[in-house]
């Protein structure tokens, strides 16, 4: 370290003066000196070792070769290399596996929340519960459209659903419109009316909601009994539904509700499978396959693990 | 912007007027320190082989295991028959207050007790010096002398001892650094094989270069210049605190004996030097307290000698406070002076708090969080229906299976949780929870609701948990 020890009075100055403070001619300490000096070094080493200096098209490569893509995929690779062991057993198991086993459940969990996000939740909701009003249905409730059994919820994310109802406007006059918007909110208050029951049964509603109202989980169709609207327990809303249907071609005013299928291929292979035959005989090749087996089976466990599976 | 007229009338010569008396120990010229016996270089003695804990701790075994090993991987803190998971975090902070207060306490007493007698740069310096000097003279002039001299065989293998075993010690510092973190037997093995884990060998290179830069060349200069503790000191001080001092009142006017004899138009200090000749830091205690003294008190086993030798009474320099020096009266006791009392509460709060954890270490770690997103959801029979998340940490050192229950909230039903949940020590089990409440029971938006763990298999343990059912309005 060099030290300035002369008096300064016997040192040169740079002629400014401040209020009686004077300039000193002094050279910077050695250190300091050899520090500025090193690190003027580390900038030609930095910019010989990285990305550095901006060229017309690109810029210098650097004798590392690093760059900002290579180390997000170092640290993608990181992540999978941890996940590796888990998604490899994923693979390997039925999506009832893995709900029976504790750390693969809490695995799938924790590791589907973005996938879920990327796939699921612009209609369903972050959490399961969509938007109030917005006519999509809730997957955190115990009330199931097709059933709610983990092989049931990977049929349905694996092949879609569409339900389909008629429309009515042609088969009810304005009176019998009010009557059944009237039953149908009295059922899922448990205030049914006999004259309720008699028209319900009377205009063939029975058909596919069932002779209770509690609704036919193979054609998709909702119980009415129930607390839980599948669109909306508004009056108005009921009546559209009655009048307009769902998914009804014929009928413009119709509500659309389709969910894409996730794994066609997949659900052309259970179904093969249900009937003991080889899918390989069923599948045409248009199946499409947005997403994979193991993933669409990490969905049902999510879904299944909102609260509402049975 | 300055105006002529009130341009101050002092020129730079006075103010640089004190400039030749400014002595800045910047490390230009090297610190020879004279080693004398005494009191205080036996005090200094008993205070380094605090230091043997750190070096021979690791090797302590408790019931099999290594006594105190904080297991980094693992996140565990071995403490004898006491295991202390990162949940307990809180008792190290008051573990740092606790030295943080006893530092800032004992200075206001003492002064710089822990710079003097205990820290590893003054400590590792006093045994690095003492090799130097056993090797290569004890004064600047003996140093001086061993350094102007041709080099011959004598003088090189000198050398070579020198280093080689501030080396040693180095080296060993830095292991028993590392011992504390895994096991030292097998950290060992695992250098004498080369097969160590690389942060092992970060840990021993850093602290190999470390300790023999700062405790074999830099010294005194770390502490002038490095360390913020000295910078603290005039805030932690006061006309209380005893320091080793010069009693300038008794000692000047300063003279040289003459004809052996004592002047008694004169003072007591005879400037005969030792005092600065056997300081670490090279200072002159004379000059009143400063920055560089870490009142480790040789000056005082100096003076005393000499004192002896003159015929004079002991304690020119001494242990005394800037009011018994001035005013001629004792420093206040200890109790009556509200810092320390200050100090004292805060000590006695951390250290109660620290005791209170170690004797009341929880088993086990409880925590529910109920879903945010929805708070709650409506089921088919109008039913409201809450979701929890159940987080349970096994601290101790055997598996516990464990039966979940809700209480507090009339007409609630807990499901999903009907079988036991078995934990493996050290394992956090997580696992999702349903309370459904009947519409009829719904009265308001939040009911307190209790979740309870209890330990079926394993110690008698049954921890608590209040938490919050959410309903519509």
């Known amino acids: 370290m060099a030290d300035n020890k002369n008096n300064p009075n016997e040192v040169s100055d740079t002629g400014h003066e401040w209020d009686g403070i004077r300039e000193l001619e002094n050279p910077p300490p050695r250190w300091w000196t050899i520090s500025l000096y090193l690190s003027g070094l580390l900038v030609l080493v930095y910019f010989i070792l990285y990305p550095s200096i901006p060229l017309v098209t690109g810029s210098t490569k650097g004798l590392l070769g690093w760059t900002q893509i290579k180390e997000y995929h170092r640290g993608l690779e990181e992540i999978e290399a941890i996940r590796a062991p888990f998604e490899q057993r994923l693979a390997e198991m039925t999506a009832q596996e893995i709900l029976d086993d504790d750390e693969m459940r809490n695995y799938v969990v924790a590791s589907t929340r973005v996938l879920y996000g990327d796939n699921c939740a612009a209609c369903h909701g972050v959490g399961g519960q969509p938007v109030p009003g917005s006519g999509y249905p809730i997957l955190n409730n115990d009330d199931w459209l097709y059933g709610g059994t983990i092989d049931k919820i990977v049929e349905t994310l694996a092949g879609g659903r569409a339900g389909m109802m008629p429309g009515h406007a042609n088969l009810l006059t304005e009176e019998e419109t009010d009557k059944l918007v009237k039953f149908v909110i009295d059922a899922s208050n448990g205030e049914a009316t006999e004259a309720g029951w008699k028209l319900y049964n009377e205009k063939g509603c029975f058909a596919c909601h069932g002779a209770d109202a509690k609704g ?95 | 912007m300055t105006d002529p ?110 710079c003097g007698y205990f820290c590893f740069q003054t400590v590792w310096t006093d045994v690095y010096t003492w090799i130097e000097t056993r090797l290569e003279g004890d004064s600047p002039q003996k140093a001086m002398k061993f350094k102007s001299a041709p080099m011959s065989l004598g003088k090189l293998s000198r050398i070579t001892l020198k280093h080689a075993l501030w080396l040693i010690i180095a080296m060993l510092t830095g292991l028993s650094f590392a011992a504390w973190f895994t096991d030292a037997f097998q950290l060992w093995k695992d250098y004498f094989t080369l097969q160590a884990a690389m942060p092992a060998w970060i840990v021993l290179g850093m602290f190999t270069a470390g300790t023999y830069v700062f405790a074999g060349f830099m010294r005194e200069q770390v502490c002038f210049w490095l360390c913020p503790y000295a910078r603290l000191q005039s805030v932690m001080y006061d006309q209380d605190t005893l320091l080793p001092a010069y009693d300038a009142e008794r000692g000047e006017p300063r003279g040289k004996l003459k004809k052996g004899q004592l002047d008694s138009a004169k003072g007591s200090c005879i400037d005969c030097r030792m005092c600065v000749a056997v300081c670490p830091t090279g200072i002159d205690i004379r000059k009143g307290q400063q920055e560089g003294c870490i009142t480790c008190g040789l000056c005082i086993d100096a003076c005393d000698t000499i004192m002896e030798k003159t015929n004079q009474p002991k304690g020119l320099v001494r242990y005394a406070s800037y009011k018994e020096l001035h005013h001629k009266h004792e420093a206040a006791p200890i109790f009556k002076r509200p810092r320390v009392m200050i100090y004292g509460l805060i000590l006695m709060i951390s250290c109660g708090g620290v005791v209170y954890g170690f004797t009341n270490l929880t088993p086990t770690e409880f925590n529910v969080m109920p879903e945010r997103q929805p708070l709650y959801v409506q089921l088919s029979d109008g039913s409201i229906q809450n979701k929890y998340t159940l987080r349970l940490l096994n601290k101790t050192q055997h598996p516990i299976e464990v039966q979940y229950q809700i209480s507090g909230l009339e007409g609630a039903t807990l499901h999903g949780l009907d079988d036991l949940v078995y934990i493996e020590p050290g394992r956090m089990n997580q696992v999702i929870a349903l309370v459904r409440l009947e519409e009829e029971a719904i009265n308001q938006a939040i009911s307190p609701l209790i979740f309870t763990a209890e330990v079926i298999e394993g110690p008698d343990i049954q921890i608590r948990y209040e938490s919050m059912f959410m309903a519509p309005n």
Do not use: C
Not at chain 1, 258 to 267: D, K
Not at chain 2, 73 to 99: A, C, E, G, K
């Open chain 1, 216 to 310: 036919n989980q193979m054609l998709g169709a909702p119980n009415l009994t129930d607390r839980i609207w599948r669109f909306s327990g508004e009056p108005a809303e009921v009546r559209r539904t009655i009048l307009h249907g769902v998914n009804d071609a014929s009928d413009p005013r119709t509500r659309i509700a389709i969910m894409p299928g996730f794994n066609e291929r997949l659900a052309v292979k259970l179904e093969a499978e249900e009937f003991g035959d080889d899918p390989e005989d069923y599948y045409d090749g248009t199946e499409t396959e947005r997403l994979s087996e193991t993933e669409i089976k990490k969905l049902a466990v999510f879904v299944h693990q909102f609260g509402g599976g049975q």
């Open chain 2, 5 to 114: 007229e009130h341009r101050s009338n002092i020129s730079t010569i006075d103010i640089y007027e004190e400039v030749s008396d400014w002595d800045v120990n910047a490390g230009g010229d090297k610190v020879v320190a004279k080693r004398m016996t005494g009191r205080f270089r036996k005090l200094k003695w008993f205070g380094m082989s605090v230091w043997l804990v750190y070096f021979l701790g690791p090797y302590l075994r408790w019931d099999g295991q290594q006594a105190v090993l904080f297991d980094i991987p693992n996140r565990q803190f071995h403490f004898f028959s006491v295991t202390v998971y990162p949940q307990d975090i809180w008792m190290l902070s008051l573990t740092l207050l606790f030295f943080a207060i006893l530092l800032a306490a004992v200075t206001s007493i003492a002064g710089r007790v822990f």
